[in-house]
T-cell receptor, first 113, second 112 residues
Framework: KAGVTQTPRYLIKTRGQQVTLSCSPI?????VSWYQQTPGQGLQFLFE???????NKGNFPGRFSGRQFSNSRSEMNVSTLELGDSALYLC????????????FGPGTRLTVL | GQQVMQIPQYQHVQEGEDFTTYCNSS?????IQWYKQRPGGHPVFLIQ?????EVKKQKRLTFQFGEAKKNSSLHITATQTTDVGTYFC????????????FGKGTKLSVKP
């Protein structure tokens, strides 16, 4: 089976812009979770989608949003980018539950200037 | 909210030395998972522990889950340069949180 794919792999934006990141889960996996990884804070949970519905949400501002499509592919959007949003954004898919084994994608490295 | 603390944050060892990272939760965990992230890579699942007092081995890696299901450890015997990376524990607590809570990880460097 193909692994989790994320696009784009690298992104450079300026403050105030918005960005959309895409994630394609492993075939058959229905749960998609998003994480933000920074050197200081480690892996922080953003949100999880299952069957096109947000099922769990982390402690991030409303500028961070996401959605899931009927084929389980997911996107996350960050509006009004801030310098502190620079991070590696990881998508992970799992079979059913967000607490099942997480299969991570390679991530999108976002730099905000 | 639930927190998962991991220590140490960094560990530098000479090749052949042992290494241990510890994970502690503020609440009882339903299970605990361990992941490894190589430099420049993404986290990769290593193992899941579910039962109180459970011990599992993968070659030179030994994973333990505490009796109270609030702590866990990963021990690597005779480290090799291929062990370099960051090791994360992740726990699922009770209550309404249905997602994994990750520790901040222990970054292991191995000097040949």
């Amino acid at each position: 089976k193909a692994g989790v794919t994320q696009t784009p792999r690298y992104l450079i934006k300026t403050r105030g812009q918005q960005v959309t990141l895409s994630c394609s889960p492993i075939s058959g996996h229905r749960s998609v979770s998003w994480y933000q990884q920074t050197p200081g804070q480690g892996l922080q949970f953003l949100f999880e989608y299952f069957s096109e519905t947000q099922r769990n949400k982390g402690n991030f501002p409303g500028r961070f949003s996401g959605r899931q499509f009927s084929n389980s592919r997911s996107e996350m959007n960050v509006s009004t980018l801030e310098l502190g949003d620079s991070a590696l954004y990881l998508c992970a898919s799992s079979l059913v539950l967000a607490a099942d084994t997480q299969y991570f994608g390679p991530g999108t490295r976002l730099t905000v200037l | 909210g639930q927190q998962v603390m991991q220590i140490p944050q960094y560990q530098h060892v000479q090749e052949g030395e042992d290494f241990t990272t510890y994970c502690n939760s503020s609440t009882t965990l339903s299970n605990i998972q361990w992941y490894k992230q190589r430099p420049g890579g993404h986290p990769v699942f290593l193992i899941q522990l579910v039962k109180s007092g459970e011990v599992k081995k993968q070659k030179r890696l030994t994973f333990q889950f505490g009796e109270a299901k609030k702590n866990s450890s990963l021990h690597i015997t005779a480290t090799q340069t291929t062990d370099v990376g960051t090791y994360f524990c992740a726990g699922l607590g009770g209550g309404s949180q249905g997602n994994l809570i990750f520790g901040k990880g222990t970054k292991l460097s191995v000097k040949p």
